[in-house]
């Protein structure tokens, strides 16, 4: 079974600076999706970013980009110029791209804190 | 369309009462899931259908919980002889299959509290 691990329930950025995010899982498989997902406070989850595993070109979207070390089984979330809106609980999932496989996995969440 | 909604948003239940819970999915996705998520962690997989078929099942979910997705459009997860550990956010989410990204679509969720 797949397992993705977040080993850092909490993190805190000042505004405008850089913060990584690590994300670790644990599969069998050579092709598969990861993603990123935002959760804000009472609000609905959200994509933040999406990785191929096939893909060695690392994701960007904006200010967010992905590290993903396929070897490594890690993928890290960087989000640049950190801005008081990215303050949520972001979750770690992965994907498996195989046939009927439609679950996804997420790991325990780190929350972000964004200080002015 | 403007995404997936959930009824009710907020659920008070006494211990062994039965509760519903009903999601509208985006339109245009067939698949349709089931998570719950306490606090402080991550969702967990309940089941997911594609159109009206029920694919697969989690071994968490007991006997007291059966979910359905008559013609394929919106879904219902009931949950009997509810007992205090169900007490969680349960989130509903969709997707487009296989052939394209997936990606979850994920409603604001129903809060179940039970007393």
């Known amino acids: 079974a797949q397992t993705v691990t977040q080993s850092q329930p909490e993190m805190s950025v000042q505004e405008a600076e850089t913060v990584t995010l690590s994300c670790t899982y644990d599969?069998?498989?050579?092709?598969?999706?990861l993603f990123w997902y935002k959760q804000p406070p009472s609000r609905q989850m959200i994509l933040v970013i999406r990785?191929?595993?096939?893909?060695?070109q690392n994701a960007t979207e904006n200010r967010f980009s992905v590290n993903f070390q396929k070897a490594a089984k890690s993928f890290s979330l960087k989000i640049s110029d950190s801005q008081l809106g990215d303050a949520a609980m972001y979750f770690c999932?992965?994907?498996?791209?195989?046939?009927?496989?439609?679950?996804?996995?997420f790991g325990d969440g780190t929350t972000l804190t964004v200080k002015p | 369309d403007t995404g997936v909604s959930q009824d009710p948003r907020h659920k008070i239940t006494k211990r062994g009462q039965n509760v519903t819970f009903r999601c509208d999915p985006i339109?245009?996705?067939?698949?349709l899931y089931w998570y719950r998520q306490t606090l402080g962690q991550g969702p967990e997989f309940l089941t997911y259908?594609?159109?009206?078929?029920?694919?697969?099942k989690s071994r968490l979910l007991s006997d007291r919980f059966s979910a359905e997705r008559p013609k394929g459009s919106f879904s219902t997860l009931e949950i009997q002889r509810t007992e205090q550990g169900d007490s969680a956010m349960y989130l509903c989410?969709?997707?487009?299959?296989?052939?394209?990204?997936?990606?979850?679509?994920f409603g604001e969720g129903s809060r179940l509290t039970v007393l």
């Open positions: 989410a969709s997707s487009f299959p296989d052939t394209y990204t997936g990606e979850l679509f």
């Open positions: 599969t069998s498989e050579s092709d598969y999706y």
């Open positions: 990785q191929e595993a096939y893909k060695q």
């Open positions: 999932a992965y994907r498996s791209a195989s046939g009927n496989a439609g679950k996804s996995t």
């Open positions: 339109s245009e996705h067939n698949r």
């Open positions: 259908f594609q159109n009206e078929a029920q694919l697969e």
